[in-house]
Nanobody
């Protein structure tokens, strides 16, 4: 079992930045693709960003491309999401996600669907004021 704990959420003005952290425990996540999803009130959970097990490949939703950066450190069992130029529409609960990496399957295919995720964190609230 893998436990994921997010931190770093909060209230920020539009144009500001936040850095989310996801600390994994229970077992190493070095064999897992990792990612972030978000869910705004009344909306479905949506994909935000993903990073391959090695950290060598990343994938972003069009809505955050160029503004958000995902990174990981397998030695620390931690994943981060740096969020810059935040907009009010980025307001949501952000969830860390993990799915076991599959040979020959790109991180995009492995992580983009919330239905295929193996482990979820409890979420952290991000609120961007206008």
């Amino acid at each position: 079992q893998v436990q994921l704990v997010e931190s770093g959420g909060g209230l920020v003005q539009a144009g500001g930045s936040l850095r989310l952290s996801c600390a994994a425990s229970g077992r190493t996540v070095s064999s897992y693709d990792m990612g972030w999803f978000r869910q705004a009130p009344g909306k479905d959970r949506e994909f935000v960003a993903a990073i391959s097990w090695s950290g060598g490949r990343t994938y972003y939703a069009d809505s955050v491309k160029g503004r958000f950066t995902i990174s990981r450190d397998n030695a620390k069992n931690t994943v981060w999401l740096q969020m810059n130029s935040l907009k009010p529409e980025d307001t949501a609960v952000y969830y860390c996600a993990a799915r076991f990496a599959r040979f020959g399957v790109t991180v995009e295919r492995n992580m983009v669907s919330s239905e295929r995720i193996d482990y979820w964190g409890q979420g952290t609230q991000v609120t961007v004021s206008s």
